[in-house]
C-alpha cells in the first residue's frame, strides 16, 4: 500500500475541481459578479460583446484557483449555505444525531413558538451604557413567526447558518435521509498517489459508503445529467479506500443530485427532486487519470510557487488533512 510513502504535495477533490474549472471554463462561459453581488454571464447575448477579454478571463480564473489553493476565505454564498444545511440534515436524520457543525442551527418546528425559539433575536438596545432587550422588535418577531407557521401550516426543519435562513419540508428530507439508510456518513479518507512528479496525498469526506458504492450528494437549482461528470470525486474517493486497504472492491459511485426549490415567501418551504449520475468504477483508470491531473496541477504549482501561502500543499505539516 502507497501510505507509507511520505507525500510531496497533499490534494483533496475539490482542489482539483477548481484546476478542472480554470482550464475547462471558455471565455464566454465565465460568470462574474458585479458590485452589488449579482451574477452575470460573461457574454452578453443581446450585444453580442463580452465583459472580460480573453486575457482578462484567463487571469480571473487562475486568481480563483490560487485563491483556492491558499484557502482565501470567500463571503458565503446563499446556495452554498443551502446544501450545506441540507447535507447536515440528512445526516442527523441518519445518524440520530445533533449538528456536528457548531456554526449551525437545526430545528424541528411544530408551532410559531418553535420557530420563534429557533430564530435570532433582534439586537439589543444600549440605554445608558446598558444592553436591554429590544421589546418592542422581540414582539413583533414573535408575531410574525406565529404568522409564517399559520401560512405554512405543517410542521418543518428550520436551519440557520452563514447568516442565512432555510425552512426545508419534512418528508423530503425524510425521504433524503431513507435513500441513505444504512451509509456510513462523512467518512474521511487518504492514500498516496505515486506520479512522475513526485508522491501526493489525496484525501477528503466522503459523504455516503454503503456496502461497494460511494455516494456524493449534490445541491442545484437546475441540472442536466452529466453535469457532474468531469467532478474528481468519482475517482478519487474510490482510489483511497482501495490504495489505504480499508477495501477491496468499489464498484460504482453515484453523484445523487438534488434539484431544490421553494424557499420563497410564496412557497416557503424548500423541496427538491432527486437525479442521479451512477459511474462504474475502474482503479486502474482512476489511478490513470489521477495521476494525469495531479502533474498538471504539480506543474502550475511549481511555476507559481512563489504565489502559494498555504504550504500543505507541497505536503508540509499534512499529518492530520481533516479540513476539506
Not at 414582539?139 to 442565512?164: H, M, P, R, S, V
Not at 502533474?295 to 502559494?308: G, K, P, S, T, Y
Request: hydrophobic letters at 35%.
Amino acid at each position: 500500500m502507497s501510505q507509507q510513502l511520505k507525500p510531496d504535495y497533499a490534494f483533496s477533490p475539490s482542489l482539483l475541481d477548481a484546476y478542472q474549472r480554470m482550464v475547462d471554463t471558455k471565455v464566454e462561459d465565465f460568470f462574474y459578479q458585479d458590485e452589488t453581488g449579482a451574477w452575470h454571464l460573461n457574454w452578453n447575448e443581446t450585444e453580442e460583446t463580452l465583459h472580460f477579454s480573453e486575457e482578462e478571463v484567463d487571469a480571473l480564473l487562475k486568481q480563483e484557483f490560487i485563491d483556492k489553493v491558499n484557502k482565501v476565505p470567500t463571503p458565503p454564498s446563499e446556495a452554498a449555505s443551502k446544501g450545506t444545511a441540507f447535507n447536515e440534515i440528512v445526516d442527523c436524520l441518519i445518524l440520530n444525531r445533533k449538528p456536528s457543525n457548531p456554526d449551525i442551527v437545526i430545528k424541528t418546528i411544530r408551532s410559531g413558538q418553535d420557530l420563534f425559539d429557533a430564530r435570532p433575536k433582534p439586537a439589543p438596545l444600549l440605554v445608558n451604557g446598558q444592553e436591554m432587550v429590544n421589546a418592542v422588535a422581540t414582539q413583533e418577531l414573535q408575531q410574525k413567526c406565529f404568522e409564517e407557521f399559520a401560512k405554512i401550516g405543517t410542521k418543518f426543519i428550520y436551519a440557520a447558518i452563514d447568516g442565512f435562513e432555510f425552512y426545508f419540508d419534512m418528508q423530503f428530507c425524510l425521504e433524503a435521509a431513507e435513500y441513505f439508510k444504512g451509509s456510513i456518513a462523512q467518512y474521511y479518507t487518504k492514500a498516496n498517489l505515486q506520479t512522475s512528479k513526485g508522491v501526493v496525498e489525496i484525501h477528503g469526506y466522503i459523504d455516503y459508503l454503503r456496502h461497494m458504492k460511494l455516494f456524493d450528494a449534490k445541491t442545484t437549482k437546475r441540472y442536466n445529467w452529466g453535469d457532474f461528470q468531469k467532478k474528481w470525486q468519482r475517482y478519487a474517493y474510490p482510489f483511497t479506500l482501495i490504495e489505504s486497504g480499508m477495501m477491496n472492491e468499489v464498484n460504482s459511485f453515484e453523484f445523487t443530485i438534488y434539484v431544490l426549490s421553494g424557499g420563497s415567501s410564496r412557497s416557503p418551504l424548500i423541496t427538491g427532486k432527486q437525479y442521479k449520475e451512477v459511474y462504474t468504477y475502474d482503479h486502474e483508470q482512476a489511478r490513470k487519470m489521477l495521476t494525469q491531473q495531479c502533474e498538471r496541477v504539480i506543474e502550475f504549482l511549481e511555476e507559481n510557487r512563489e504565489l502559494i501561502t498555504n504550504e500543505k500543499v507541497f505536503g508540509n505539516g499534512i499529518s492530520d488533512n481533516r479540513q476539506d
